[in-house]
């Protein structure tokens, strides 16, 4: 079985500050992990997604995640975060059955 | 190209009443997803349909339920509605090529309330 853990319930950083939201996967293969996010009453937006390859991948709006297998984790990271990055964000895996796990989110919030 | 639309956005209804959820996938997808949103949780599949054909199911009861049309259109029924229903259900629209890790397409959603 596939699963997805985000500890981190609510992050907040100052806009400009760099930002790393964690996330680790539980899959027995190679996994296929995603990011999304989700702005207050929306569905949710693919910022990026690894299958294979170089582990660092680069996504929409600025952000990047690494893939670290020893540590089974794929963090998401930005240098520099703006106002309008405040929003929910959410890792996902999936694996043989085509059907992504989806952790339970970490809330973005950005001071001025 | 059209994005995925839901209908409606918002719900209320009563315990033990029934209640479906419409969704239009994007243009040239033949595959939809619907996931269940509680309230500070991530989403949880419910199931799939790939051409009107139920592909896979998450852990919900069968008074969960689906359907899939020729024009890739989808509908989610729930019978005898709990307290526990109550959340955002999500529709997500795919291209099924085979490769697994296909990116998925998200509606805004439909908030039900079941009072």
């Known amino acids: 079985a596939q699963s997805v853990t985000q500890p981190d319930i609510h992050i907040t950083v100052s806009e400009g500050a760099s930002l790393e939201l964690r996330c680790n996967y539980s899959?027995?293969?190679?996994?296929?992990l995603f990011w999304y996010v989700q702005s207050p009453g929306q569905g949710l937006q693919l910022l990026l997604k690894?299958?294979?390859?170089?582990?660092l991948v680069q996504g929409i709006k600025g952000f990047e995640a690494e893939f670290k297998r020893s540590q089974s984790s794929f963090n998401l990271r930005k240098p520099s975060v703006h106002w309008s990055d405040a929003a929910e964000y959410f890792c996902?895996?999936?694996?043989?059955?085509?059907?992504?796990?989806f952790g339970r989110g970490t809330s973005l919030i950005v001071h001025p | 190209e059209t994005g995925v639309t839901q209908s409606p956005t918002h719900l209320i209804k009563t315990r033990g009443q029934q209640v479906t959820l419409r969704c239009s996938s994007q243009?040239?997808?033949?595959?939809v997803s619907w996931y269940q949103q509680a309230l500070g949780q991530g989403p949880q599949f419910i199931f799939q349909?790939?051409?009107?054909?139920?592909?896979g199911r998450g852990n919900f009861p069968p008074r969960f339920s689906g359907l899939q049309f020729p024009n890739y259109s989808s509908e989610l029924n729930v019978n005898a509605l709990e307290l526990d229903d109550s959340a955002l259900y999500l529709c997500?629209?795919?291209?099924?090529?085979?490769?697994?890790?296909?990116?998925?397409?998200f509606g805004s959603g439909t908030q039900l309330s079941v009072l």
């Open positions: 996902a895996v999936s694996g043989g059955s085509y059907i992504p796990t």
């Open positions: 349909y790939y051409r009107e054909e139920e592909n």
């Open positions: 243009s040239g997808h033949n595959t």
């Open positions: 997500a629209s795919s291209s099924k090529t085979g490769g697994a890790g296909e990116k998925l397409f």
């Open positions: 899959y027995g293969a190679t996994p296929y």
């Open positions: 690894y299958f294979s390859g170089d582990t």
